[in-house]
């Protein structure tokens, strides 16, 4: 009854219980020890009907009331030791499976996330791997040994009376045919309320996350309206199949009642026709419930494990998503040797991008050369493909046309942790983590030392504000860095991005007002950056720009001036009427946006 496709899946994710094979096999052992002592059961309650309490004869009978307490017992500790030891895998099994599903989203390309929202991805992480863990683990585990045990029984059955079994089996077809097309409308409407789900927690977090966006717009009605929608889906797919599980249990529980009366009416036929002995009778009568007690538990159980199953869909897609460098063939550190040591040059040659294969280019034959120990600027109006070339440059997204070469060597063909150790990126919408100062300047340098880290901060000339805070370089950040102010959330991120070592510094300038004190360390830190190492930078203010080698001037995608300051003020181009357009706005150090 389970479709080739989901033992794919089953076979995909039992790669991950591989380590916990030797638990797993003490509970798989177990099972066999649980079916014969429950067999056993019901062939002693004859032996002592029919062969003590119907004859009279009480001699050795302790001996068999002993023998089934003795089963019983044997058979409670082979079942808590099968439960024990298979939960036991499953939990670690799924542990695995976390940790694996997170590390693989940790490296998802770009792309995965601009068209997925964050919300979808913490469902899949949080409640489709409960619904496996409740479900799949706990379900498939009680529903493998009652299968089995009701396989056997039913073969005891046929052994001890083969047709009053078949009173019984009559009844089989009709009931396997319900339960089958109920589990395919079950498996469609759990698809429909994982989905629903994991819509309503992806639109759940983005309303957190903006919250104070909602409250000062007073956009709380128009929320709510958005998220009611999509708990409404989520709700009729729950009372959808809350009728086909009723459905079903009703249905069952109807057939065991009727299996029951059948066999007492033939049974007792027998019985007074002496074809049948009393001891058999009983010992069918309380086998039905063995057999459809189980029988309707594993519908029951069934409906669980769609559950698991169209998570088990989630998490496959996620497993299949490809990575940024799958498919790609790439120079080893023996092909190009000590050329990546130190920084020579960047070069973007005829380089044109479009972020999909259906929307336009952003970048158009977009060429330019950064030579070691200069400093480049991108000048442009919003939305002229500035933020993209320094994306193109920390390979978060790859698949340009035209060529981009470090020291010479095809940035494509390189692997990130290659490429990437020349750069440090300076970002303008920096994250900062509800951890210490220390830990978000230190930021993927494990090792990075106390002293290293002061040292990046003094560089940026943010060691003294730092310094004063409580906690100083301990103090713990909330909220994005809520607790610090925009201006000195700007030099965090420039002291994390001297801390990462980068030959290169790749500066998103801040068009953000910040106070004047802030301001002046702000610009300092850049004036000394320039002056020191070499740069490329998304400039807005006159005064960055003018420490510049090169002036790039995009506009759509294109460049359309190159220069100094001077030499494209002399053009009186379009950089001149940038230029001027900032100064008609501006008091103090002029603007570019
Ligand atoms: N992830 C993305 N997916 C699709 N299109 C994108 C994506 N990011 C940017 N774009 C588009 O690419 C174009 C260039 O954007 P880019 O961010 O490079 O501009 P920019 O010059 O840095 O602008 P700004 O100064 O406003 O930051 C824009 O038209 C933008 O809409």
Same mark, same amino acid.
């Given at each position: !009854? ?27 052992? !177990? ?57 036991? $895998? ?25 068209? *997925? ?20 683990? !706990? ?17 005891? !059955? ?62 709380? @009605? ?76 594993? $519908? ?24 940024? @460098?799958?498919?790609? $063939? ?13 920084f020579e040059s960047l070069e973007f040659?005829?380089v044109?991008?479009?972020? $999909? ?9 977009v060429s330019f050369k950064l030579e070691k120990g200069h400093q480049l600027a991108l000048v442009g109006?919003?939305?002229?493909g500035k933020s *993209?070339i320094l994306?193109l440059i ?10 981009i070469?470090l ?16 750069f440090?990126?300076m ?36 060691? @003294? ?38 030959q290169v510094i790749m500066l998103d300038e ?16 850049i004036?000394?950056l320039f002056?020191?190492r070499t740069v490329i930078a998304i400039a807005?203010?006159?005064?960055t720009i003018r420490h510049s080698d090169t002036i790039l001037v995009l506009?759509?995608?294109?460049v359309?001036e190159q220069g100094t300051h001077?030499q494209l ?6 950089y ?18």
């Amino acid at each position: !009854m389970i479709k080739g496709l989901d033992i794919q899946y089953i076979r995909r994710f039992l790669v991950f219980a591989k380590p916990y094979k030797g638990w797993a096999t003490i509970g798989i052992l !177990m099972l066999p020890l649980s079916i014969v002592t429950n067999l056993l059961f019901p062939w002693l309650t004859i032996r002592v009907i029919d062969d003590y309490l119907s004859t009279g004869n009480y001699d050795g009978l302790p001996w068999v009331i002993g023998a089934m307490i003795a089963v019983v017992a044997v058979n409670y500790i082979a079942d808590s030791c099968y439960s024990y030891f298979l939960r036991k $895998t499953g939990q670690h099994t799924l542990f695995d499976i976390r940790m694996s599903l997170f590390q693989r989203i940790l490296n998802l390309p770009r792309t995965y996330f601009d068209r *997925t929202p964050t919300g979808v991805t913490l469902s899949r992480l949080t409640s489709d791997l409960e619904a496996i863990s409740d479900s799949f683990v !706990m379900g498939v585990l009680s529903m493998v040994r009652d299968l089995i045990n009701t396989v056997a029984l039913i073969i005891l !059955m046929l052994f001890i009376n083969w047709p009053l079994t078949l009173v019984v089996l009559t009844v089989f077809p009709p009931v396997l045919y319900i339960t089958h097309w109920i589990r395919n409308k079950l498996r469609e409407i759990y698809k429909i309320t994982r989905s629903s789900l994991a819509k309503g927690t992806g639109y759940l977090q983005e309303c957190l996350f903006g919250v104070k966006t909602v409250q000062l717009y007073r956009a709380e @009605e128009e929320v709510e309206a958005r998220y009611q929608a999509y708990t409404q889906e989520f709700l009729h797919a729950q009372m959808r199949s809350n009728k086909y599980d009723a459905v079903l249990f009703s249905v069952i529980t109807g057939v065991t009642t009727i299996t029951i009366g059948l066999i007492i009416w033939y049974g007792s036929g027998r019985v007074v026709q002496e074809a049948v002995t009393l001891g058999v009778l009983i010992a069918f009568i309380n086998n039905m419930e063995k057999v459809f007690v189980p029988l309707r538990d594993f $519908t029951g159980q069934i409906a669980a494990i769609q559950r698991s199953f169209a998570a088990f869909d989630h998490l496959d897609e996620l497993f299949q998503e490809p990575l940024e @460098e799958d498919g790609r $063939t790439l120079l080893s550190p023996a092909d190009f040797g000590d050329r990546l040591r130190t920084f020579e040059s960047l070069e973007f040659r005829d380089v044109s991008f479009r972020y $999909t294969q259906d929307s336009p280019y952003v970048l158009k034959n977009v060429s330019f050369k950064l030579e070691k120990g200069h400093q480049l600027a991108l000048v442009g109006t919003t939305g002229s493909g500035k933020s *993209t070339i320094l994306r193109l440059i920390s390979k978060v997204y790859q698949d340009y046309e035209g060529q981009i070469l470090l020291n010479g060597i095809e940035l494509s063909a390189l692997s990130i942790d290659d490429s990437m150790h020349l750069f440090s990126l300076m970002q303008q919408d920096v994250y900062l983590f509800d951890q210490s100062i220390a830990f978000n300047i230190g930021l993927g340098k494990a090792s990075i030392s106390r002293t290293d880290i002061q040292e990046a901060a003094r560089y940026v000339y943010a060691d @003294e504000f730092i310094k004063n805070l409580p906690d100083g370089y301990d103090m713990a950040l909330s909220g994005n860095g809520g607790n610090l102010s925009a201006g000195q959330t700007q030099l965090i991120s420039f002291a994390r991005a001297v801390a990462q070592g980068g030959q290169v510094i790749m500066l998103d300038e801040a068009t953000s007002s910040v106070d004047s004190v802030t301001e002046n360390l702000i610009q300092r830190a850049i004036s000394r950056l320039f002056k020191e190492r070499t740069v490329i930078a998304i400039a807005h203010r006159l005064s960055t720009i003018r420490h510049s080698d090169t002036i790039l001037v995009l506009d759509q995608g294109q460049v359309v001036e190159q220069g100094t300051h001077e030499q494209l003020l002399a053009r009186n181009g379009v950089y001149a009427g940038l230029l001027n357009q900032a100064a008609d706005q501006d008091g103090g150090d002029m603007v570019l946006t």
